[in-house]
């Protein structure tokens, strides 16, 4: 299936935000073809619009690198923010989302455990 160069323009620029993302956020190709489950080969594609990103990967980029996915998209974000310090516990799972995704899965079984031992005390 050809893709036009409409959609050709639009990955390619999707690209360029998610690796300006990327940088600023210190995040390595490597980290995030990771987290994706594919090559650092395969995820570079998607960042230079050769490939087309998978459109269910795009709520695990916008996760990973602390963006809506309106802002991914280009678009002003328009969900409300606090203001203040980040509560401890989103930095929790921030640090836990740019884990591996065995690491993250055995952090998730670790506090299902936890809650389950707290809501029978």
Known sequence: MSISDDERAFFVALGER???FRKTRNITQVKLAETLGVSQQ?????EVGRRRIPVSALPVVARTLSVS???LFGEPDSSPRKRGPMPRWQKHIE???QLPKAKQQFVAQ???ALLAQAQQQ
């Open 18 to 20: 998610i690796t300006q």
């Open 42 to 46: 395969t995820y570079q594609s998607y």
């Open 69 to 71: 996915l309106e802002e």
């Open 95 to 97: 640090a836990i989302a």
């Open 110 to 112: 670790m506090l299902e």
